[in-house]
RNA sequence: CGGGGUGUGGCGCAGUUGGCUAGCGCGCCGCGUUUGGGACGCGGAGGCCGAAGGUUCGAGUCCUUUCACCCCGACCA
């Protein structure tokens, strides 16, 4: 894409009303708006690093048999009714308004019971089991107080996947293979090292759900850490777990994490509560058993900006950079002109993501942006590198740089990861 | 929802004890000079000061109400 083509502009002020890093960062870098306390848009740089993140769990998802839909935003009241969840005392973020006809209705800040609801038209038999389906959703929640940027907002993008099985042990051993699923996608998000399943409070069902924390001063969970036996688990469990699992305390870290992922095992409450049943093999009715799986897709990103960012500015990784490259066009001659727009068109028809930045400014205002918009990869072209033949290529990362031919770069940025130099 | 703070052009801010056509920087428009880490000169456009009411000869400055935003707390993916 062509910066001129980009609507979009970095700012050199940081919004006032903002603290968090990522909000300021993204914000300041033209990735996102705020319409409102926790309500953000998300422009196309922002929307392109979104997509990008729910690509990758997209892919990990169907790897386990997960099949895409998307929910309905509007719910009916009667299905949360069967569950008590309608009632504002048992969950207080519900945002409920009402049709024309005075109708109530629910927006949606989670899809358990509907899902379960439109699933019982399809699951009839231990034949239709096991079931797996998942979405990417706006959660609407009306939480009390906004905070922490994209982190933790009253609209947010979601995906969330539910199991059904046919038994305890059917759910189990596929709970385990999404809690697998769930590592790689952090692993490809860049932030697999610093992320843990945790123990975390359970429900009626189990004694734990697991969570994934990443560890990131700007979270809101406290994680009690056993880096040798690689236990975590979340404060609010702490002391049941450390005696169920029979570790030392003192032997835990305290660090602070953002919980970027979450499962959570239903078993038979569900279907009991919703009066949902299947036919088993010896046509009687039995319940349903029931898992759950999020992923903060919207939350991620600002746990990856907060993470990564440098005092320049944002830093993404690879996997989820809006572009690969930024490509920076300094100075106005012929021969630049045409040499610069010419690397463009060739890396682009080589598949690689390029941010042209074809302005009429000055090279400190394109390298301060290259930096703030946090892209892998700088290439510069200009009178001096035309001089050679050649252009310079820069990671975001690193103060080295590297004389290359267009040719050259394409091999590099396509083969990945290598060492510039 | 309790406590604290802030609302002045697109962004960041200044506006003394109430006083004249409401300023500054960035950004924006025009012309010219510039071009390897956010250039410079000249000339422009753009705000009725969050909103409503009040006090006053006079309100961005004072009073009342209200809305929004931020932070801390409680709650939460």
Avoid at 199 to 223: M, P, V, Y
Avoid at 283 to 292: C, D, F, K, T, V
Wanted: aromatic content about 10%; proline content about 2%; glycine content about 6%.
């Amino acid at each position: 894409m062509k910066m001129t083509q980009l609507f979009t502009k970095t700012s050199k002020t940081v919004p006032a009303d903002e603290t968090s890093k990522n909000a300021k960062l993204l914000i300041q870098a033209g990735y996102i708006h705020k319409e409102m306390a926790g309500v953000y848009d998300y422009l196309p740089l922002g929307l392109r690093v979104l997509e990008n993140i729910k690509q990758i769990v997209r892919e990990e998802m169907n790897a386990v048999g997960g099949r895409e839909l998307i929910m309905s935003n509007l719910q009916r009241p009667e299905l949360w009714m069967e569950t008590t969840r309608w009632d504002d005392k048992v969950v207080d973020i519900w945002f409920k308004t009402k049709l024309q006809d005075q109708t109530e209705i629910g927006l949606a800040w989670s899809h358990e019971e509907p899902i379960m609801d439109m699933m019982q038209h399809f699951v009839q038999s231990y034949k239709d089991l096991p079931a797996v389906v998942y979405q990417f959703q706006t959660k609407l929640r009306n939480e009390l107080r906004a905070k922490s940027g994209i982190m933790r907002g009253r609209e947010f993008v979601m995906k969330d996947m539910y199991s059904l099985h046919v038994s305890a042990e059917d759910l189990d051993t596929y709970y385990n293979k999404v809690i697998e699923a769930y590592k790689r996608v952090y692993e490809r998000l860049g932030i697999g090292k610093d992320t843990y399943v945790t123990f975390a409070s359970g429900g009626a069902f189990t004694k734990f759900s697991h969570e994934f924390q990443t560890i990131c001063d700007a979270g809101e969970d406290i994680l009690y850490l056993h880096r040798e036996k690689n236990i975590a688990v979340n404060e609010e469990v702490l002391d049941e777990a450390v005696k169920e699992l029979g570790v030392n305390k003192d032997e835990m870290e305290k660090i602070k994490s953002a919980e970027v992922g979450n499962v959570f095992n239903f078993g038979t409450d569900k279907s009991n509560a919703m009066k949902i049943y299947f036919t088993g093999k010896n046509g009687e009715q039995l319940p349903i058993y029931l898992a759950s799986y999020g992923i903060g897709v919207t939350r991620v990103m600002g746990v990856i900006v907060e993470k990564f960012a440098d005092d320049k500015g944002i830093v993404w990784p690879e996997a989820i950079a809006p572009f690969k490259i930024y490509l920076a066009r300094l100075g106005d001659e012929a021969d630049v002109v045409k040499a610069a727009d010419d690397a463009y068109k060739r890396l682009t028809d080589a598949g690689i993501e390029v941010l042209y930045d074809e302005r009429d400014a000055r090279p400190g205002e394109k390298f301060a942006d290259a930096d703030l918009l946090g892209i892998p990869y700088r290439l510069v072209l200009s009178a001096k590198t035309l001089a050679e033949g050649k252009c310079e290529l820069k990671r975001r990362t690193e103060t080295d740089t590297v004389l290359l031919t267009i040719d050259e770069v394409t091999k590099k940025i396509a083969v990945g990861k290598g060492t510039l130099v």
